[in-house]
């Protein structure tokens, strides 16, 4: 990311890699549209959802192969780990 990116108040979305093992994705979503987020390949995965505020159960239970996108639903959170042994 740039600074103009932090400045730009149009982004409203935000997603990290976080830890080592086990590893996890953290993505935020405070627009008013889903957001598409490509989890890198090298970040790890698959990935397993944990935790996603965009539905109505809250645990997703849903799973990501590696390098692939996530659609992230308008005004959520989604928690994904790594499911690499």
């Known amino acids: 990311m740039h600074v103009?990116?932090?400045?730009?108040p149009a982004l409203k979305a935000f997603g990290c890699a976080?830890?080592?093992r086990p590893?996890?994705?953290l993505m935020f979503n405070a627009g008013s549209r889903?957001?598409?987020f490509k989890v890198r390949r090298d970040e790890g995965g698959p990935w397993q959802c944990i935790l996603d505020t965009?539905?109505?159960e809250g645990t997703g239970?849903?799973?990501l192969a590696s390098g692939e996108a996530w659609l992230?639903?308008?005004h959520?959170?989604?928690?994904l780990e790594d499911m690499r042994e």
């Not at 103009?4 to 730009?8: A, K, L, R």
């Not at 959520?76 to 928690?79: A, E, I, R």
């Open 4 to 8: 103009s990116d932090w400045e730009n």
């Open 18 to 20: 976080i830890g080592k």
């Open 23 to 25: 590893r996890y994705v």
């Open 34 to 36: 889903a957001a598409a």
């Open 54 to 56: 965009g539905d109505a």
């Open 61 to 63: 239970n849903a799973f």
């Open 72 to 74: 992230l639903a308008e």
């Open 76 to 79: 959520s959170l989604v928690l």
